[in-house]
């Protein structure tokens, strides 16, 4: 079945970058984009790009603009998600989930990796 | 890309019905027909529930329904039981390539 599991929770300082990794399994890697959604401490859900697994190439939500990076290896099926100049506001949990054929809706979802940014 | 509109809470008893409304724009919502909605328990990640409007993906249970008119796009879940207290949260897809999430709705069985 398709599984997607995430790297382990991280704290980091303002300032700092943090990598979130994402493994993919169950599929063919190649043929299903990638979304990057987030969620704050009690808040909804905010979508923050979409990778393409063939050739890299990604697009983002204007407010992550300049900040995000998504790449993904295909050698060991991983997508990764980094974001720098981090704040206390970008405290969240950040969710990697697979797009459909038609890039529509999300399904599946990893489990979630929470990034604490405190000084 | 400004956030679906939901309502913040939504309640019912075992048994009833109750809808859960998420609002967009002519750009998402209205534009498309590719709105999803989602579950998600405390701490837990989302689950598909609805995808492309009113298409129910297998294992989810035929008390969930969908379906969208305009700018707005409604959930509705029938028979309430104790097991769909969760949040709710609408998604669409929007002009640009980009992706949009509603603020969320808590439903409470009372």
């Known amino acids: 079945q398709v599984q997607l599991v995430q790297s382990g929770p991280e704290v980091q300082k303002p300032g700092a970058s943090v990598k979130v990794s994402c493994e993919a399994s169950g599929y063919m890697f190649t043929n299903y984009y990638m979304h990057w959604v987030r969620q704050a401490p009690g808040q909804g859900l905010e979508w923050m790009g979409i990778i393409n697994p063939s050739d890299g190439s990604a697009a983002h939500a204007q407010n992550f603009q300049g900040r995000v990076t998504m790449t993904r290896d295909t050698s060991t099926s991983t997508f990764y998600m980094e974001l720098s100049s981090l704040s206390p506001e970008d405290t969240a949990v950040y969710y990697c989930?697979?797009?459909?054929?038609?890039?529509?809706?999300?399904?599946?979802w990893g489990q979630g990796t929470l990034v604490t940014v405190s000084s | 890309q400004s956030a679906l509109t939901q309502p913040a809470s939504v309640s019912g008893s075992p048994g009833q019905s109750i809808t859960i409304s998420c609002t967009g724009t002519s750009s998402d919502v209205g534009g498309y027909t590719y709105v999803s909605w989602y579950q998600q328990y405390p701490g837990k990640a989302p689950k598909l529930m609805i995808y492309d409007v009113s298409e129910r993906p297998p294992g989810v249970s035929y008390r969930f329904s969908a379906s969208k008119s305009g700018n707005t796009a409604s959930l509705t879940i029938s028979g309430l039981q104790a097991e769909d207290e969760a949040d709710y949260y609408c998604s669409s897809y929007a002009i640009t390539n980009t992706y949009v999430f509603g603020t969320g709705t808590k439903v409470t069985v009372l």
């Open positions: 989930a697979r797009a459909n054929r038609m890039r529509t809706w999300f399904d599946p």
